[in-house]
């Protein structure tokens, strides 16, 4: 069975814009540097270190380095390239930040069961899974013209960090 992959066109286009050329450098200077260098390779390699953890991590950062080398020398010519370079970006970081805590839990709490880790990463692929699937869902449905943005626009989220720090705070004090 074929699936209908009809795009909004407007929004694939919005998707699809490509990035200033003046930002380029600068954003991918901090996206690197800034968060995968630090937030995911330096943990790889905080005590206790573990070999396997950096054998995981290393290689796809490396190539992020690399490849943010490339194309900081000359972004007007690889204004495209930025575009999936932010999603591959973001695909090695989430990845990357999963196993750091795996490393965590499993080196630094010292659990020792399996479950943990057929839990959390079964959630994660769920999660990733559940956001491809709207994501893909409010690529194909046609653009609806609002009467307000501001309706109730962030108040779902408000609540649901005021309840996970109330639940923080019950089950830590």
């Not at 209908?4 to 694939?12: A, E, G, I, M, R």
């Not at 990035?19 to 450098?25: E, G, K, L, P, T």
């Amino acid at each position: 069975m074929k699936k209908n992959t009809d795009f909004n066109k407007k929004v694939f286009e919005y998707y699809m814009a490509l990035y200033a050329v003046n930002d380029i450098r600068s954003t991918i200077i901090t996206l690197v540097i800034g968060i995968a260098d630090i937030f995911v390779l330096l943990p790889a390699f905080a005590n206790p270190v573990q070999p396997i953890y950096m054998y995981i991590i290393v290689p796809p950062i490396a190539f992020l380095n690399v490849w943010a080398i490339w194309i900081v020398i000359n972004p007007r010519k690889r204004q495209l390239q930025y575009t999936l370079f932010r999603g591959v970006f973001g695909i090695v970081c989430s990845v990357g930040l999963l196993v750091i805590t795996q490393k965590f839990a499993y080196e630094m709490l010292g659990l020792q069961t399996p479950i943990y880790f057929v839990f959390s990463v079964g959630l994660y692929i769920f999660a990733l899974n559940h956001y491809y699937k709207n994501h893909i869902k409010k690529l194909q449905e046609p653009i609806k013209k609002s009467k307000s943005s501001k309706k109730n626009s962030g108040f779902g989220v408000v609540a649901f960090v005021g309840l996970g720090q109330l639940v923080a705070n019950i089950s830590l004090g």
